[in-house]
C-alpha cells in the first residue's frame, strides 16, 4: 500500500516523530516552485506543516482523553481524528481538540478534512446501501479498520477546479476539470482530473476523493468515492505558493514569526490513478453525491472551531505586544482585546453549540446541527479578519515596517537596532520582534493564510453558508408565528408541526 | 400570605386561567398614568403582560416535558420556572422553554428573573452557610416547598435605583436609594428603597429582594435578601410607561400590533415592608453580596436566549409582509432574512453553549458558563437592533405611516384605505395592515421596549458584559500560547496550568 | 388658487406665525384615526408638525444668510427651500440649512420633498422642451416666481401605493393604484390615484405630482407632472399613525419628549382632481419619467443631511443624560459619544460632499454628484439605527420603564418618583425625565419615525441606494486599473477614457 | 546640498526618468535585510518604491493641471506635492492627485508627508514668528523656493521610537528615544536620534525632522524642526521588510502581483547630523509643537483619500476575477462589489469634505477641517480592511493556495497548471493567475502593507482619530440642543454662540 519501509515496519504510528519517520522515502512526485522535490520532509518550507501534524500525535500521548479514543475496530487507542462519532459528545470533544491544537500550533493541522469526510461517509454508504444493495458501507468500515491499525493520517480531496462554473462537470469541455472514472476494469476504477487547494495532502498516508457537488444523471462518472494511497502512481502535488512562504528559506528564525508550524495546501492532479474495489464507496450513485457534500459541509463548518485555537494565540500575541509596549492598561486597549475575545468566543460557541445539537442518523453515526454549523462557519468568514485587524491594531506600525532580523544580528547595526527598538524594560528587543512577527505571520503572513483566507473559502465560502441558512431557516413555521399573534391565524399546539431545524431545537 | 381567597381555595395554580385568577382581588397599590388601579387584571394596558405570563402555564400543559417538572420537594409536576438545574440538561431545557414562549407571545414572559435568582440563590445560601454557619440554605428549600405547592410565580427583585453611581449605597445623601433594612425585631426585618424597572412584579405571587451589586462592610443594612408577598405591606407599585402603551385603551385590536401579549416593568417603593426570618436569605453577609450578583447575571445573561423566539416572530413577520408585497423572490430580500436568521441563531445557539458547558456548584446545583453566557448577552445588546431595522426594511414606509385601523373600519374612507393599501391579491388589506402593525409593535411600539431595549439593559448593560468578559478572559495563558510559538518561551503540557475559562473548555 | 382669505391678503409669508396663520380656515377633508379634522392648526397630534414648517420660517428670520436667498424671479428674499441651485455652494448650503433646522427640531420639517422635486423639475423641463418641443419649463418658472412671490410651501408627491410590485402602472388591475390622468379638457386634466406616506403634504400650499418610476409607451397617462393647491377639490388626507402619537392628547408635556415639533406623514388620494394647463410640466413624455425620479433622488438622497442636525440633538440628549446619570467621565461611556459623532458626521461629509462635486445641467440648474448621494443616504439607512441604540445604551433601562409625568406630578406619590429617579443633584428629576423623554422620543416614539423609519425608506430604501451605486460604480474603469498594475494591459493616457463618476472625480 | 552630480547638473526634475536618476550615486548608508545597499535604484526589492515616486512626475506631465502648478515662488510649473494650499480648492486638488495616484501604483507612492508637513509648517512658523519674534517663516519660504527650483521630493520624519509610552522624552533613560539636538553651535545644531517607519525616505532628496508630540518646557532640546537633505553625514537607513518582499528577487514578474509599484518604509537614525541655520524652522518653541502634531495630523488624516484610489485598483481586480470565473452575474457578486464601492468612496467623500471644509489660517495657508479630517481616516482603519476581506471573498481560495510562476513556466507541469487553472475561456490561465496575484499583493503581500497596516497605523492609530473627534464633538452646544426641544432651557438664537467645528459648519 505504501512502499515506505519505515512505515510498514512501524505497524502503528505513536508518536509525532513516529509519524514525521513515516513520511520520509515515499515517492512522491512533488512541485515547489518549478523544483522537484524529493525529501519533503526535510524541506524547510514544507517541514512546519508537517510539524503541524505531527503535534496531532504529540497532543494524544500528552492529553489521551482529548486527543485519542480507543477504536471500536481494534480496540486500541487511536487518534481522534480516526474516530466514527457516535453522540453528540464525542463531536464536542472533537471541537474541544481542535480548539487545542488551534493554540498549540496557531494556525491548520489538517487533518479536518479526512476526519470529516469518513464520518460523512459512514453514514452515507450505510444510506446509499439501504437504497440499492451495494456494500459500500461494510467496505468502508474495513477500510477504517486499516487506518485505526496504522494510526494512519487520512485526508479527503473534494474541491474540483471546477472550469466553467455555469456548466455541470459532463457539460465541460475539457471532461477532466471535475475527478472522473476514465476507465474501468475487473480490479477497480481510474481517475483523472484535479483537486485544487488539498490540505495536508502530502502529508497523509491516505486521501479519501469525492465529489464537490450536486450530480445528475449524465454525471454518473464523477459520482466516483475511493480512497488511493498518497503515493499511489499517477500523482503529481503541485505545492500552494502562501505568503512569506520563502521566509523559511532564510535561515533564521525570527521573521518566520511562526517557525515551527505551518498549514499546507497543494493543487493534487491525477492521471489514471487506480482505486482497487475495495477503496471504493460510490461508484455511479450520482443520486447521493449532494447528500455526501452535504453532510461533509455540515460537519466541517463546525470545525472551524479550530480558528478560535488559532484566535487564542492571536489575542496572546497582541496582550504581549501591548505589554511590551507598555500600554496594556489603556482602556481602548483592553477593550480591543475584549472586543477581539467577544469574537473569538463567538466561533468557539456557535461550533460546539452545533455539536451538542447533533443527531443520530440511521448508520448510528452522529451528525451536528446544519443551521449552527453554517451560522459558526459564516461567523468564521468574518471574525478572524476582525481580530486580526484589531491585533494590526495593538501591534503598531512595526507589523509591517520592521528591519530584519539579520539587521538585528548584524555586527554593525545590530546595536541600532537593538537600542531602537526596545520597549518595557522588563523585555528584550528580540523577544519584542518576535511577537510583532508572529503577529505579521498570522494577519499578513505565513498563517495568515489559515487563519485568514481558509476561513473564508475552506468548507465553502460565505455564499455557501447563506443558501444553506437559506434553506433551513423554516419560514412557514416562523410567518405562522407572526400571524398567530398579529390576530390573522388563529393558535394551536403548533408543536405537532415541528419539523427541520426546530425539531431539533425543541427535542427534549 | 395572600389575601386572595380564590388562592388559597386553589392550592395549586395549574392552568392560565387559574393563575389569572390567582391575580384577582389583590390588595396591591398600583399607580398606572396618575391613576390608582384596583383590577390590573381587567386593565387593558396590564391584561397582555399577564396573558404573557399565563401562557408559561398553559405551555406546561401542551408540552410537559419542555415547560413543567416534577418537583423535588413535592415530588409533583409544576412549572420549569420553579426547578433547581440539576444538570447542564436541565439548564438547556430552560433556554428551550424560552424560545418556545418567545415565539408564542412575541415579547417578555416575565418569569426569568425569579428562576435565575433563586437558582443563584440556591447555591450561594450553601457557601454562605458555610462560610459563616448560618442556616439560610434549609430556610431557602422550605421557602422553594411552598412556592413548589403551590405553583406560584416568583419575580426577583434586584436594580436599586442607585442615585449618585459614585457612591456605595451608605455613601449616599439618600440612604433609601439603595434598599436597606431600616428596623430588625424578633420576627425580622423591615425594609425601604426602590426597585426600578422590575419585570413582571405586578404578576408575581412573591418577589425574592436581593442587592444589586459588590457590597462593603459599611454596606450591611444593604446586604438583605428575602423574599415577600407582592401583596405585603408597605408597597407601592408605579407602572412604567411604555411606547404606544396607550394603544391599547384606544378599543381597536390591530393598532395594538400584538393584542394579546406584552411585558410589564414598574417601579416597586418599599417603605418599611416586613420580611420575617422564615423569608431571609441574607442578612448582613455583605462578602457575599457580590458572588450572588454574579451568579445572577451568568444565569441571566444566557436567559436571554428568549430573544431568539421573539425573533422567529419578527423574522416571519418580515417574511408574512414580503410575501405580501409580493417581493419574497427579490435577491437582496431572501439575503436580508437570511442575514436576520444568522443573528437570530446567534443569539441561541451561544446561549445554549453556556448552558451545555454548565458545571456543578457545591450545592449540587449547576451553573451556566460565564464567559459564554457574557458573550451571549452582549451579542443581545446589539443583534436584536439589527434584526429590527432589517424588518423595518422590508416592511417598507408603512411600518410608520400606516392610517389607523379606525380609518381602515370607517364607513366612508374605509373603502379608500382597502383600495389603496391592498398588495397581494391572496391577502386582504386587513391582514397587510396588521402584519405591519406587529413589526411596528416589535420595532418602535410596546413589544420594542422587551425586544430592544430590555435586550440593551436587562441583566446588565454592554459594559456590564465587556468587564466580565475582560475578567475570564486569561490573558495570561493566552500570552504563554503567543510566547511559546514566538519562540520566546518553551512548550511543555499547558494542561497543568489549566484554571478559569479554558479550565471548563478543555474538561472532557 | 387658495380659499383661505388670510393668506391672500397677507400677499407674502414671512414669519412663522404668518406661515402658521395661512394654514387656518383652508377646507381641506382630512382623517386622523377615524375622525374629520376641521382645524389642522389646533389639533395636538398636527401642530407639532406645522411648528416644524414653522421653523422654516423664523430661522429666514433669524439668519437670512442661511435660510433665505433673494428670489432671482421677484428679486425679494424668500425661502430657500423654494430656491432653484446655480452652483455648487448652493446646494452646499441647503445641506446646512437642514444641518440646522435638523437641530432646531430633532425631527423632520418636511420642505426637502418640495425644494428637491422642482429642482429636478428644472432642468428635466428643460430637455423635455428640448426633445420635444414643448413648453413646460417656461410654465414652471412661472409657476416658481407665484411661489416666490408669496413664499409658499411647496410639497411634491411621488411615491404611489404601487399595488403588485411586478406590474407596470397600465397592467395593475386596478388601474388606479398609480395616480393617472381620468381625463383630458381643453382647459387640462383630471387625475386620479393615491400617493403614501407624503411628508408634510397637509402643511404645503402647493403639492407638485409626479410619477415614482420608470414608465414604458403604454403608461402615457401615468406620465403626469402637475402642481395643484392643496385645498383642490377632491383630494381627501388619511393622516398616518405614529408611534406614541397620542401622547399629544394627554395634555402633559413631557410624555411627548418633544414637545414643540413632530413629523407628518399622509396618505393623499386623488379622485378626479383637476389640473389647469398652466400647471402640468409633464404630459405624456413617460420617456423622461425615469430621468426625472433619478434626478430627484440624487438631490432628495443627499438632502437626507438633515439627519446629521437631528443626531445632533439625539448625541446632546445622551451627553445630557450620562452628565446626570454621573457616569459621564468613564471611557466607555466617551467613547461611545465619539462612535455616534464619528457615524452622524459621516453622513454629514458624504451628503455635503455630493454637494460639492455637484454639476450644471443644461438649463444652468446645479445637479449633485450621483454616486455620493446615493453613499450618503445608504449611510442613513443605518447610521441613525446605530446612534439611536447607543442613546439608549447612554439611556439606561429608564428610557423605556419610567413612570408618566401624571406620576410624577400626582400628590401623593410624585415625591415617591422625585425621591427616587433623582440622578445628579444638579439637576432636578424632572430635567432628567425630560432628557429620557427625548431619547424615547427619538428611538422608539414619535420621531423615530422621521430619524429612523423614514432614514430607512424616504428618498428610497436601502436597495435603492445599492442598485444606483451599482448602476455608477464603472467596473470596467476599476478593471483596467488593475489589469495594467497585474500586467496583463499596457498603461497610458487614462484621462482620455474618463466618463460617468470618475469624470467628475478628475475634473479639475 | 547634495553630492549627486547628475542631479546638480540637471538644476530641475521633470521627469519620472529625471528623478529616478536623481537618486543615483548619492552616498547612503542603507542596510537591507543585513546588507549594505550601494545603488538602491537598481535594487529589485528598492525599485518598486522608486517607481512609484516616478509616477508622481510622470502624472504631472501627462495631466499637468491635476498634479502640478505653477511655483508662486518661482514662477515655474511643480510638482502639486510642493504647493502650499492657498484654497480649499487646492487641498480638494490634492485628493484628487492622490486618488488618482492611488489608481495608477495601487500602493504608497509616499510623498504626502513632506507636503503635509512644510503646509503645516507654513502656518506654524507663522505663528511661532508672531509669538516670539523669530524668523522661521521667512526661512522656510526661502527653503521652499529652493525645492521648488529643483522640483525636488520632501520627506517628513515625524514619528519616533518612543520608548516607554508612559514617559515624556526628557523623563526617558535613553534620551536618544526622541530626536534631539545634542549639541549647539555658531553654524547650527546636531541631532540624535531615531525615526520609525518613515514612509519613501530613501527615496526623497530632503527630510523635514519633525517632533512627534506635545512637548513641555523640560523638552525644549526636543523641539526641533529642520530639514535635512537625505544624504546628510550621520544618517543610517534600515529597510523595513515587508510580507513578500523577497519575491522581487525571484526574477518572476507573475508572483509579485503588482511588479512595478510598492511602497516604502525604513528606520532612520540620526548620529549627531547636522542642520544649519538657514533650515531650521523651530529650535526650543516647546509650545508649538503640539499645534504643528496636531495641524500636520489634520492634513495628513485626510491625505488617506489616497486609499480611496488604491481600492478602486482592489475592486478592479475583483471584478476581474469574477468574471474570469465566469460568476460576474451573481446577486451576491454584484452587490459585494456595491458595498466594496460604498465604502471606498465613504473615504473619498469625508476626505474631501473636510478639504472643502477647509479655512484660512493666518498665514494665509489653508487648513481642512479638522473634525471631518479624523471621521475620513478613522474610515481608513477599518474600511481598506472590509474592502479586503470581500476581495478575498470574490477572489476564492487561490488567492492563497495558488502554484508558482516557476510552476506554471515549468517545462514538465506547466501544460497541467494551464489546463486546470483554466477559467472562462476569453481569459488565458496565466491572465486569471496575474489578478489572482494582484489580489494577494494587496491582502496579504508586500501592498497589503500599505493598504492595509500603513491605513491603521500612518497619520496616528484608531484611538489618536477618536480623542480627536472627542475633543472636536462640541458636546456643550449638542446638549443645548437637546435642552432646549426637552423643555429644559428656552430657545434663542443659538448662531452667536458657534464656535470650533460647528462654526465651520454653518459659515456661509
Redesign the interface.
Known amino acids: 500500500m505504501t512502499k515506505n519501509p519505515e512505515i510498514d515496519n512501524h505497524l502503528k504510528i505513536q508518536t509525532g516523530e513516529d509519524y514525521i519517520n513515516s513520511l520520509r522515502n515515499r515517492d512522491l512526485l512533488i ?5 522537484k522535490i524529493v525529501d519533503p520532509v526535510e524541506h524547510p518550507m514544507i517541514r512546519p506543516s508537517i510539524n503541524a501534524v505531527a503535534e496531532t500525535y504529540d497532543l494524544a500521548i ?2 489521551p ?2 486527543a485519542s479514543v480507543i477504536s471500536p475496530f481494534t480496540g486500541e487507542r487511536i487518534s481522534r481524528f480516526l474516530h466514527i462519532v457516535h453522540s453528540a459528545a464525542d463531536m ?2 472533537q471541537n ?1 481538540m481542535q ?2 491544537l488551534g ?4 494556525t491548520c493541522f489538517q487533518r479536518c478534512v479526512g476526519m470529516d469526510a469518513f464520518n460523512s461517509l459512514y453514514s452515507v454508504t450505510f444510506e446509499i446501501d439501504e437504497a440499492h444493495q451495494t456494500s459500500y458501507h461494510v467496505k468502508l468500515k474495513e477500510f477504517l479498520t486499516k487506518m485505526h491499525t496504522h494510526n494512519y493520517v487520512v485526508g479527503g480531496a473534494m ?1 474540483d ?1 471546477k ?4 456548466l455541470a462537470p459532463h457539460q465541460q ?2 471532461p ?2 471535475f475527478v472522473r472514472i476514465t476507465k474501468r476494469t475487473d480490479e477497480g476504477v481510474y481517475i483523472s482530473g ?1 483537486k ?2 488539498q490540505t495536508g495532502c502530502i502529508n497523509s498516508h491516505w486521501m479519501i476523493v469525492m465529489p464537490t457537488m450536486r450530480l445528475g444523471e449524465n454525471d454518473k462518472d464523477y459520482a466516483i468515492v475511493g480512497a488511493v494511497p498518497v503515493d499511489a502512481k499517477g500523482i ?1 502535488y ?7 512562504d ?2 523559511s528559506m ?1 535561515g533564521g ?3 518566520t ?5 505551518g498549514g499546507q ?3 493534487v ?1 491525477f492521471e489514471d490513478t487506480f482505486i482497487p474495489h475495495d477503496h471504493i464507496f460510490m461508484d455511479g450513485e450520482y443520486d447521493f453525491a449532494s447528500l455526501l457534500v452535504e453532510r461533509f459541509t455540515t460537519y466541517h463548518r463546525r470545525s472551524y472551531v479550530c480558528k478560535s485555537g488559532v484566535g ?6 497582541a ?2 505586544i501591548v ?1 511590551m ?3 496594556e492598561k ?3 486597549i ?2 480591543k ?2 472586543q477581539m ?2 469574537l473569538n ?2 466561533i ?3 461550533g ?3 455539536s ?2 447533533g443527531h443520530q442518523t440511521k448508520s448510528g453515526c452522529y451528525l451536528c446541527d446544519d ?2 454549523a453554517n ?2 462557519k ?2 468564521v ?2 471574525m478572524p ?2 481580530i486580526a ?1 484589531l491585533a ?2 495593538l501591534g ?9 532580523e ?2 538585528l ?2 555586527p554593525e ?1 545590530g546595536h ?2 537593538d ?7 522588563s523585555y528584550t528587543t528580540e ?1 519584542r520582534m ?2 510583532l ?2 503577529i ?1 505571520n498570522m494577519t ?2 505565513r498563517n ?2 489559515g487563519y ?3 476561513s ?3 468548507a465553502g ?3 455557501a453558508q ?1 443558501i444553506q ?2 434553506r433551513a ?1 423554516q ?1 412557514e ?7 398567530v ?4 391565524e388563529n ?1 394551536g ?3 405537532n408541526e415541528l419539523s427541520g431545524y426546530f425539531e431539533r ?2 427535542k ?1
Open positions: 512541485y515547489l516552485m518549478g523544483e500528552r492529553e482523553e482529548l464536542v470533544l474541544k480548539r487545542k493554540q498549540n500550533t496557531g474541491t477546479v472550469g466553467d462554473r455555469s469541455e475539457d477532466d476539470l484535479a485544487a487547494h503529481t503541485i505545492y500552494g505558493r502562501q505568503s512569506c520563502t521566509r532564510e528564525e525570527i521573521d514569526g511562526n517557525n515551527t508550524y495546501e497543494a493543487m492532479i487564542d494565540v492571536l489575542i496572546g500575541a496582550a504581549a505589554e509596549n507598555g500600554v489603556a482602556s481602548h483592553k477593550d482585546l475584549v475575545t467577544h468566543e463567538t468557539y460557541a456557535t460546539i453549540a452545533s451538542y445539537q443551521m449552527l451560522v459558526c459564516h461567523h468568514t468574518k479578519y476582525e485587524r494590526q491594531d503598531g506600525g512595526l507589523v509591517a515596517t520592521m528591519p530584519s539579520k539587521d544580528k548584524h547595526i541600532l537596532i537600542k531602537y527598538l526596545k520597549g518595557k524594560s523577544e518576535r511577537v512577527r508572529l505579521e499578513l503572513g495568515a493564510v485568514l483566507t481558509e473564508m473559502h475552506g465560502s460565505p455564499q447563506r441558512i437559506g431557516m419560514l413555521y416562523k410567518k405562522r408565528l407572526a400571524k399573534l398579529a390576530g390573522i393558535a399546539d403548533t408543536v431545537v425543541f427534549i
